[in-house]
C-alpha cells in the first residue's frame, strides 16, 4: 500500500552542523507535508509544512524541500544545536488524514 | 496559548482491565484526532472528530475502543477489554487545519 517512509533510521552530526533527514512519500494524490520533532516523553511537536505548490519553505534555522518528481521531502536543520536531538516524523496528506512515516532519530554529538 | 491537554500521563492496567483517556483541545479548534504509536513507529489515526460527528473511524477497533465528543470539545477513549497489543502512547491531537497540534500522550502499559 502507499506510505510515507524514511531512508535513514538514525543520524548523527557534530553540533553545529548541518543536519539533512530525508523522506520518500509514494502517493502521488498527497498535497501537504509537515514535519514533526518528537522529544522523549512529548507529543510531536510540528516543525514546518509545505504544500505540493512549492518545492521550498524555511522556518527559523529549518528549510523543508519538496521534489515531486522523486516523491522526495527533506527537512534541513542548520547548525544543529543539542536540543535538536529527538526523532523526526514527516507526514503526508491528500485530502485524507495525515500518514505518518516510522520517523529518523537525530543524535547530536556535542 | 494553552496546548492539547490530556490525562492521565501514565496508566498501567492489566488485561481484560477497562480504561478510559481524556483530551481537551486547543480552544477554537473543531477537529479532534486520537493516534495511537506503538513505540518505534509513528502514530496511527484511531478516529477523527468534526466538531461532535465522526469523520474517519476505519482504523478504530470498534470491538473493544469507542471515542466520543460530546459537545464537541473535550473527548474520551476507552477500551474494554485491553490487550496486550494495545500497549501504546495514546496521543491527542487537534487542527485548525490542515496543522495539526498534539498533546502530550498517555503511555499505556497493559501487563
Known amino acids: 500500500g502507499e506510505s510515507v517512509g524514511l531512508h535513514l533510521p538514525t543520524l548523527s552530526v557534530q553540533e553545529g552542523d548541518n543536519s539533512i533527514i530525508n523522506c520518500a512519500y509514494s502517493?502521488?494524490?498527497?498535497?501537504?507535508f509537515i514535519w514533526y520533532k518528537q522529544e522523549s516523553g512529548k507529543g510531536p511537536q510540528f516543525i514546518i509544512d509545505?504544500?505540493?505548490?512549492?518545492d521550498k519553505r524555511q522556518g527559523q534555522r529549518v528549510t523543508v524541500l519538496l521534489n515531486k518528481t522523486v516523491k522526495h521531502l527533506s527537512l534541513q536543520i542548520a547548525a544543529t544545536q543539542p536540543g535538536d536531538s529527538a526523532v523526526y516524523f514527516c507526514?503526508?496528506?491528500?485530502?485524507?488524514?495525515?500518514?505518518f512515516g516510522k520517523g529518523t532519530r537525530l543524535s547530536v554529538i556535542a | 496559548e494553552a496546548g492539547v491537554a490530556q490525562s492521565p500521563r501514565y496508566k498501567i492496567i492489566e488485561k481484560r482491565q477497562s480504561v478510559a483517556f481524556w483530551c481537551n483541545p486547543i480552544?477554537?479548534?473543531?477537529?479532534l484526532y486520537w493516534y495511537q504509536q506503538i513505540l518505534g513507529q509513528g502514530p496511527k489515526l484511531l478516529i477523527q472528530?468534526?466538531?461532535?460527528?465522526?469523520?474517519?473511524d476505519s482504523q478504530l477497533p470498534k470491538d473493544r475502543f469507542s471515542a466520543e465528543r460530546l459537545k464537541g470539545v473535550d473527548s474520551t477513549l476507552k477500551i474494554q477489554p485491553a490487550k496486550l497489543e494495545d500497549s501504546a502512547v495514546y496521543l491527542c491531537?487537534?487542527?485548525?487545519?490542515?496543522?495539526?497540534?498534539f498533546g502530550p500522550g498517555t503511555r499505556l502499559t497493559v501487563l
Open positions: 480552544s477554537g479548534h473543531a477537529t
Open positions: 507526514a503526508e496528506s491528500g485530502n485524507t488524514p495525515l500518514v
Open positions: 472528530f468534526q466538531n461532535n460527528g465522526v469523520v474517519d
Open positions: 509545505i504544500r505540493s505548490n512549492m
Open positions: 491531537a487537534s487542527s485548525h487545519l490542515p496543522k495539526q497540534f
Open positions: 502517493n502521488s494524490a498527497s498535497d501537504y
